[in-house]
């Protein structure tokens, strides 16, 4: 049964026919008491399309739909996501300096929607984020976006570790971001391919992942507040970066 006022599509066999077609699931809910043989499929079928699969309470699923959920569901998407190697060799090829954008446990709708919103007006060229871990992107984050998020390429990736590491082999450099260590971002050369990585306000990056950068930047402040919003920071080093390259239009 598809309801498709909140993009749910529940029942076994409606989410496993999903799961097996070209249709983009944004994450998979099952009941933490399944097993048996649907429960290895949807897992199956899961892991193969590296979509998020969560485990519930039943409770929980019950209050997420009045239908006969048979202890299964799964959210549609409401944009398609880009493959990340071939998003990479496309960008590569296609544009010579890309700017990738990639978000470390940026749960908050709304700071996802403003941070492509900045992204697209000031021309980045892609979005990664992880399949876990990370704001959804449905009508909320949509809507923060001013339609941003339907017209910028995004990615979502198992691994951001792994995503870094494979991007670094193209020549992108990894830019990681800090309150007040890093680099001014005045002071920083942002020209060449770059791998924008920016973490949540309430934790900053993880530190496996501020080790892959190859530099750390920071924006010099005048006040006393402690930093800002994390989509005002995405914004502003974007803008340093189109400053520097002279606000290049990005090409069709």
């Known amino acids: 049964m598809l309801e498709t006022g909140n993009q749910l599509i529940v029942g076994r066999k409606p989410v496993l026919d999903a799961l097996d077609s070209d249709m983009q699931i944004e994450k998979v809910l099952i009941e933490r008491e399944l097993t048996g043989e ?75 929607g403003a941070i492509a919103r900045s992204a697209e007006v000031l021309g980045a060229s892609a979005l990664v984020i992880p399949e876990n871990s990370s704001a959804a992107i449905n009508d909320f984050a949509i809507k923060a976006s001013a339609g941003a998020l339907l017209k910028l390429p995004i990615s979502r990736v198992p691994s951001l570790q792994t995503a870094l590491k494979t991007i670094r082999l193209h020549g992108v450099r990894i830019v990681a971001t800090s309150m007040k260590d890093g680099n001014p971002i005045h002071k920083e050369d942002f020209s060449g391919p770059i791998a924008l990585l920016m973490g949540s306000e309430e934790k900053g990056i993880r530190p496996h992942l501020q080790r892959t950068a190859d530099t750390t930047v920071s924006i010099p402040q005048i006040g006393t507040t402690d930093s800002l919003n994390v989509s005002v920071a995405t914004g502003v080093i974007l803008y340093e970066i189109a400053r520097q390259r002279g606000f290049p239009v990005n090409p069709e």
């Open 38 to 112: 649907i429960e290895i499929k949807i897992r199956k079928l899961c892991r193969e399309r590296s979509i998020p699969l969560q485990r519930i309470p039943r409770q929980v699923l019950d209050k997420a739909s009045s239908a006969n959920h048979q202890g299964v569901m799964c959210f549609v998407s409401l944009i398609e996501y880009q493959s990340f190697d071939e998003l990479v060799d496309d960008l590569i090829f296609r544009k010579g300096e890309p700017v990738f954008v990639f978000l470390d446990q940026v749960k908050d709708v709304r700071n996802l």
